[in-house]
T-cell receptor, first 110, second 115 residues
Framework: RKEVEQDPGPFNVPEGATVAFNCTYSNSASQSFFWYRQDCRKEPKLLMS???SGNEDGRFTAQLNRASQYISLLIRDSKLSDSATYLCVVNGPGYSTLTFGKGTMLLVSP | ETGVTQSPTHLIKTRGQQVTLRCSSQ?????VSWYQQALGQGPQFIFQ???????GRGNFPPRFSGLQFPNYSSELNVNALELDDSALYLC??????????????FGPGTRLTVL
C-alpha cells in the first residue's frame, strides 16, 4: 500500500460545480495533514492544513478521519482559477518530514 | 511569494556528470528539506537539514548528498547522474518557531534534465 493515495483524476468540472478529493494514508503515527496546490510547472503551495474537527477556508473545506486514515477536500463553486493539481500531504516518516500523494488534477471549464 | 529561492532554474547535464543545486531558505527558517518530483508524480523526500546536520533521509542512494550552511542556505549534490534523475528538484524551508515544524514553504524549483 502506498503511503499516501489519492484519486487518480483528472477531474473535469464546469464552473460553479462542487468537487471532492479523497486521500488515504498508511502511517497511523502521522500527526499533521495538509492540502497543497500545484500549478503546472510551478512549486507546491500550501492550500490549507487539515484539523481533526474539520476546517473551512472560504470555498474550501477539509475533513480528517483519523480512525479511517482518510482526508478529504471539498471545493464549492469552482472557479477557472482552481484548475491545478491538489496534493494530499501527511507528516512522516520522521518528525518534520512530509510525504506527498501523487496529486489529483482538477480542470475547471467555462 | 515564500521567500525561498533556488538556483539555477534550469540545468541540462549528461549521464555520469555531477550537479550542485542551491537553496536559500526563508528568513528565520532553520530547516531545509529537499524533494525530487518526477513528471506526473508527487514530490519525493530526499533529505532534510536542521542547523547544519542531516535530520532525516528518504530512500535515495548515497550519490545524493547535501550541506547546510550557518546562514541556513543549503546545497544538494548529485554525483554520477542517471537519466532517471531528470526531475524538478524542490527545496522547502520551515522553522520550529514559526508555523511549526510541519509547515513547509517551497522554492520555485530547479528543473534538471539528464541526457
Amino acid at each position: 500500500r502506498k503511503e499516501v493515495e489519492q484519486d487518480p483524476g483528472p477531474f473535469n468540472v464546469p464552473e460553479g460545480a462542487t468537487v471532492a478529493f479523497n486521500c488515504t494514508y498508511s502511517n497511523s503515527a502521522s500527526q499533521s495533514f495538509f492540502w497543497y496546490r500545484q500549478d503546472c510547472r510551478k512549486e507546491p503551495k500550501l492550500l490549507m492544513s487539515v484539523y481533526s474537527s474539520g476546517n473551512e477556508d472560504g470555498r474550501f473545506t477539509a475533513q480528517l478521519n483519523r480512525a479511517s486514515q482518510y482526508i478529504s477536500l471539498l471545493i464549492r463553486d469552482s472557479k477557472l482559477s482552481d484548475s491545478a493539481t491538489y496534493l494530499c500531504v501527511v507528516n512522516g516518516p520522521g518528525y518534520s518530514t512530509l510525504t506527498f500523494g501523487k496529486g489529483t488534477m482538477l480542470l475547471v471549464s467555462p | 511569494e515564500t521567500g525561498v529561492t533556488q538556483s539555477p532554474t534550469h540545468l541540462i547535464k549528461t549521464r555520469g556528470q555531477q550537479v550542485t543545486l542551491r537553496c536559500s531558505s526563508q528568513s528565520g527558517h532553520n530547516t531545509v528539506s529537499w524533494y525530487q518530483q518526477a513528471l506526473g508524480q508527487g514530490p519525493q523526500f530526499i533529505f532534510q537539514y536542521y542547523r547544519e546536520e542531516e535530520n532525516g533521509r528518504g530512500n535515495f542512494p548515497p550519490r545524493f548528498s547535501g550541506l547546510q550552511f550557518p546562514n541556513y542556505s543549503s546545497e544538494l549534490n548529485v554525483n554520477a547522474l542517471e537519466l532517471d534523475d531528470s526531475a524538478l528538484y524542490l527545496c522547502a524551508s520551515s522553522s520550529k518557531l514559526a508555523g511549526g515544524p510541519f509547515t513547509q514553504y517551497f522554492g520555485p524549483g530547479t528543473r534538471l534534465t539528464v541526457l
